[in-house]
Nanobody
Framework: QVQLVESGGGLVQPGGSLRLSCATS????????MGWYRQAPGKQRELVAA???????NYADSVKGRFTISRVNAKNTVYLQMNSLKPEDTAVYYC?????????WGQGTQVTVSS
């Protein structure tokens, strides 16, 4: 059974930091491109960051220089370090695992940036 379990969300003040984790099981983790997506109320889900099986990252322009995606294959886990958080980063953050034709999602974790 495939499971992607996100953790690390919460309430943080503007300028603060959070580290999201996505622990996976049931997949050949090292073969998958891992991604973090987010969805704010009333908006479409958008890609925040992704990291290939080879470790190459890419980021949405809105988070470049503030967020860092990383993976530890030995732990079957992907991380998203979020610094200098802004109110507009408020959303539900979802973990995604993709390796054609397989595509899996986590249940999401809420991130709220507010003073």
């Amino acid at each position: 059974q495939v499971q992607l379990v996100e953790s690390g969300g919460g309430l943080v003040q503007p300028g603060g930091s959070l580290r999201l984790s996505c622990a996976t099981s049931g997949i050949r983790f090292s073969m998958y491109t891992m991604g973090w997506y987010r969805q704010a109320p009333g908006k479409q889900r958008e890609l925040v960051a992704a990291i290939t099986s080879g470790g190459s990252p890419n980021y949405a322009d809105s988070v470049k220089g503030r967020f860092t995606i990383s993976r530890v294959n030995a732990k079957n886990t992907v991380y998203l370090q979020m610094n200098s958080l802004k109110p507009e980063d408020t959303a539900v953050y979802y973990c995604n695992a993709a390796w054609d034709p397989y595509d899996y999602w986590g249940q999401g974790t809420q991130v709220t940036v507010s003073s």
